[in-house]
């Protein structure tokens, strides 16, 4: 294995919450294109991992952050809580939430809109987009004669993949994936699965994920967490000895 | 025999949403059997033809035209200038305000939601009598005067509901324009105020009908009877709820006690007509911001 670039170097990170400690000094580092995965328990602060990627935690009242989160961005490392303001960072780092969230507009305005906003990008080309990223994740054949109709009114996996598309068509660098295929049934998250091996060719991944099956099939690195602290990382070679990882799943979980 | 407390919870409910159909019903009835009788151009209008005078031509004399258009004045003008200052407030409270000064803030707000409308009154003929004493010796009591102070008397209205819409909106609509890069502006503009519009709208109307009602503040900052239809902001105007209020407080006869019930007709008929067309406004509203780009 040829050694691989860092994209994210996360160093001596501590998230709380009015005073309570969800983070507790977390240190990791996800390789560029590749699939990182988080697995832990309900709790564990998985979800504030990824949001401590994109400064999402600012957002709440009474969270305090210590450490540091650095990023590079084509060859040059930056310090994303020192260096750049929120808005810089998140344009660069795409985010699907754990549960299905959708703007309650038609399906088209969910991707229109931020392509207008965030990039100022002409009518033609916002359209070609919406286009392709639909169809990367397989929802242009079942909504393309629906495009004006709202988005809550698709199903929760349908919502899911728009909410990817959404991401997508911003043409992040870094996508932070919260369960992106929890509300999927095993045929679609099949799709997704196979979706994002093609994905890490053009974006670094980090994913929280509750399927060891999942793991096991795509990630290239895992990082188990437990109680806010990292408990374990693997690599991929470490993984695919049968059995491991439901051991060590067993033991911390 | 012994009654769980859930039947009795369930009864007690019942029972309480019974009493107000019922008052609400009664309160209709009496005033249609009342007022029903007397409603017809003639109270409108007097012997004036009614288009001489909706356009302005002929004075009206016998009717209640002028008090109707002047109560639809009173009613633009207080909304031109509490509807952009309230909704902005409330943005402020909910977005930009923090810290000390923010209770400062909100408490000002609080002590103006409490302000009866008789001081709100009170504090404009106030604001005459010292103006007439310094710089401005012709200052008087005017349509402009009430609607400033009747747009005062709203305020706390508009502002708390825009505030409560905005800030009790789930974290997942707050956090999702952040997440894919909108300014703080933008996520307000974009994804915020749609979300909040149906609460932000009620209070609109709510603060509308609350404006038409109003007799105290106007009492006292412009209104007088028989002033025909304000053709400027600095002139004295007639309104539905205070010719209401006259003409019982005067009748002489029940014929002009009539008219009042007439009145109250009206004016119950023109806020629910305000009620019914801001359900459809709100109804597009939802679907506009849903479409589209
Ligand atoms: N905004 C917040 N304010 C206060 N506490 C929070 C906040 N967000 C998360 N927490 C707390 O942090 C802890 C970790 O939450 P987090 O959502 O990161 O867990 P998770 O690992 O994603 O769990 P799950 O698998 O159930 O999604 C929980 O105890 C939660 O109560
Ligand atoms: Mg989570």
Redesign the pocket.
């Given at each position: 294995m040829t050694a691989q670039e860092t994209a994210i170097s996360v160093r001596a990170l501590s998230v709380g919450?009015?005073g309570r400690t969800?983070l507790d000094d977390v240190s990791m580092d996800v390789p560029r294109n590749s699939i990182t995965m988080i697995i832990?328990p309900?709790?564990?602060?998985?979800?504030?991992l990824l949001r401590s990627v994109n400064r999402l935690n600012e957002e709440?009242a009474g969270c305090s952050t210590a450490g540091s989160v650095k990023m590079s961005f084509s060859g040059t490392a930056v310090d994303i809580y020192r260096d750049l303001t929120p808005n810089e960072l998140r344009r660069r780092v795409g985010m699907v939430f754990?549960s299905p969230n959708v703007f309650p507009f038609s399906i088209q305005k969910n991707l229109l809109a931020p392509l207008r906003l965030v990039h100022s990008i002409g009518r033609k080309e916002r359209h070609q987009r919406m286009e392709r990223v639909l169809r990367e994740v397989e929802l242009w054949e079942e909504v393309c004669d629906r495009l004006g109709d709202n988005a809550v009114t698709l199903s929760g996996g349908q919502q899911q993949r728009l909410c990817l598309a959404r991401a997508l068509a911003l043409s992040p660098e870094v996508l932070l994936l919260d369960e992106p295929t929890a509300s999927l049934d095993v045929r679609s998250a099949g799709k997704i699965e196979e979706l994002l091996t093609k994905l890490k060719e053009r974006y670094t991944i980090l994913a929280?994920s509750h399927s060891i099956r999942q793991v096991k099939l795509i990630a290239d690195r895992v990082v188990i967490l437990s109680g806010g602290a990292i408990a374990r990382t693997l690599e991929h070679r470490d993984f695919q000895n049968p059995g491991l990882l439901e051991e060590l799943v067993e033991e911390i979980f | 025999m012994t009654v769980r407390p859930e039947r009795l919870f369930v009864a007690f409910s019942w029972l309480a949403a019974g009493l107000v159909a019922v008052s609400v019903g009664v309160l209709v009835a009496y005033l249609l059997m009342r007022g029903w009788p007397v409603l017809s151009s003639a109270l409108l209008f007097g012997d004036t033809p009614w288009l001489a005078a909706v356009l302005g031509s002929e004075p009206v004399f016998d009717g209640i035209y002028p008090a109707v258009a002047g109560t639809f004045i009173l009613i633009a003008c207080s909304s031109v200038i509490a509807i952009p200052f309230g909704i902005c407030c409330g943005i402020y409270l909910a977005e930009y305000a923090q810290g000390r000064l923010k209770a400062i803030f909100s408490f000002m707000v609080d002590l103006l939601s409490g302000m009866p409308s008789i001081v709100m009154g009170l504090f404009g003929f106030a604001l005459i009598l010292l103006m007439r004493r310094t710089l401005f010796g012709h200052a008087n009591t005017s349509l402009m005067l009430s609607s400033a102070c009747i747009a005062l008397l709203i305020l706390p209205y508009l502002i708390r509901m825009t505030q409560v819409a905005l800030e009790s909106l789930p974290d997942k609509a707050r956090l999702l324009g952040l997440s894919l890069g909108y300014t703080r502006w933008q996520n307000i503009l974009h994804v915020k105020l749609p979300a909040a519009s149906t609460a932000i709208f009620s209070g609109i109307v709510l603060s509308i009908g609350r404006a038409a009602e109003d007799t105290a503040v106007i009492m006292l900052t412009g209104v007088v009877a028989n002033a025909g239809i304000p053709r400027a902001l600095s002139d004295k105007f007639e309104a539905l709820p205070f010719t209401i209020f006259y003409l019982t407080a005067e009748h002489r006869n029940d014929t002009e006690l009539q008219t009042a019930f007439g009145c109250a007709l009206v004016l119950l008929f023109i806020t629910g007509t305000l009620f019914f067309v801001s359900y459809f406004i709100r109804k597009n509203l939802q679907r506009s911001w849903g479409q589209g780009e």
């Open positions: 919450f009015s969800i832990g309900s709790g564990s602060g998985k979800t504030t709440f754990q929280v | -």
